[in-house]
T-cell receptor
Framework: DAKTTQPNSMESNEEEPVHLPCNHS???????IHWYRQLPSQGPEYVIH???SNVNNRMASLAIAEDRKSSTLILHRATLRDAAVYYC?????????????FGTGTRLTIIP | KAGVTQTPRYLIKTRGQQVTLSCSPI?????VSWYQQTPGQGLQFLFE???????NKGNFPGRFSGRQFSNSRSEMNVSTLELGDSALYLC?????????????FGDGTRLSIL
């Protein structure tokens, strides 16, 4: 699986936007970019995914660079409930290879 | 809509015993995956089932096994437990196979080996 690189930790003030970066310079044309987050004492939670175009859903937005070598997860207005570890994952389009390969992720701290 | 349900939430066993963990996927989901999470190794993939067939397997010893039933419910079994098997075991389900399918996780079973 292609590797992703994320900062170990980030801090943000409550009610401000948060931009979480992810580098994936070895991404291939069929790799989907997925984001998950894990709150304390819970299983990972799906946030968003995309292939080439920017994506929006009720939780967040995903901005994908034109060359696809990086992406940014955007939380538009951080709340204390957004404090979690955020994982950026590439999933290659091979049938029968559905596993998620988690890196170390970014630990996001929200400051009240 | 009910989420992924894992039972039990907590389990304490001793070395040498065996354990069975259960996972009920979201209704209509046919793919179930299992992961092990430890502080040292992070989240590691165990195996994935689709339509009662194991489709993919991670790098774990044969003591770790699983199965899926016709209603998509899944179980995993660990035999001859070792201290290093202490971990959070997570189950995830998805509607089908395909890397554009999100996986939805349960809150896990925390297994402690004494």
């Amino acid at each position: 699986d292609a590797k992703t690189t994320q900062p170990n930790s980030m801090e943000s003030n409550e009610e401000e936007p948060v931009h979480l970066p992810c580098n994936h310079s070895t991404i291939s044309g069929t790799d989907y970019i997925h984001w998950y987050r894990q709150l304390p004492s819970q299983g990972p939670e799906y946030v968003i995914h995309g292939l080439t175009s920017n994506v929006n859903n009720r939780m967040a937005s995903l901005a994908i660079a034109e060359d696809r070598k990086s992406s940014t997860l955007i939380l538009h207005r951080a709340t204390l409930r957004d404090a979690a570890v955020y994982y950026c994952i590439l999933r290659r389009g091979n049938f029968g290879n559905e596993k998620l390969t988690f890196g170390t992720g970014t630990r996001l701290t929200i400051i009240p | 809509k009910a989420g992924v349900t894992q039972t039990p939430r907590y389990l304490i066993k001793t070395r040498g015993q065996q354990v069975t963990l259960s996972c009920s996927p979201i209704s209509g989901h046919r793919s179930v995956s299992w992961y092990q999470q430890t502080p040292g190794q992070g989240l590691q993939f165990l195996f994935e089932y689709f339509s009662e067939t194991q489709r993919n397997k991670g790098n774990f010893p044969g003591r770790f096994s699983g199965r899926q039933f016709s209603n998509s419910r899944s179980e995993m079994n660990v035999s001859t437990l070792e201290l290093g098997d202490s971990a959070l075991y997570l189950c995830a389900s998805s509607l089908g196979q395909g890397v554009n399918q999100p996986q939805h996780f349960g809150d896990g079973t925390r297994l402690s080996i004494l």
